[in-house]
C-alpha cells in the first residue's frame, strides 16, 4: 500500500479508488462537484479520478459506503 501511495503521490494522484473494493455506485461521482471523476465504460465499469481536476475536497471519502477511495498522506 505504501508503495502504491508513493506511486501515486509521484504522479500527484493523491486521491484514489481502490478497485477491488469499489462497487460502482456512483456516488462519488454524483456527489463531486469537480466533476473529477470518471466512470469509464469500455472493458467493464472502473471509476477513477481525474487528479487534474480533483481539488482534494474529500467529499468522495465521505460518500463512499464502502470506503474504496482513500486519501494518500505521508
Ligand atoms: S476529493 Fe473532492 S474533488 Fe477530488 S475527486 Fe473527491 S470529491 Fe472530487
Ligand atoms: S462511492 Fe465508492 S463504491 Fe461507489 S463508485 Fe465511488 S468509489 Fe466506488
Same mark, same amino acid.
Not at 469499489?22 to 455506485?25: Q, S
Given at each position: 500500500m505504501l508503495l502504491d501511495c508513493l506511486m501515486y503521490r509521484l504522479e500527484r494522484k493523491i486521491v484514489k479508488i481502490i478497485d477491488e473494493k *469499489?462497487?460502482? *455506485?456512483e456516488l462519488c461521482v454524483d456527489n463531486c462537484q469537480k466533476g473529477a471523476i470518471i466512470v469509464e465504460k469500455s472493458n467493464g465499469k472502473k471509476v477513477k479520478i481525474d487528479v487534474e481536476i480533483c481539488?482534494?475536497?474529500g467529499t468522495c471519502l465521505l460518500v463512499c459506503p464502502v470506503s474504496a477511495v482513500t486519501l494518500c498522506v505521508f
Open positions: *469499489c462497487v460502482r *455506485c481539488s482534494l475536497c
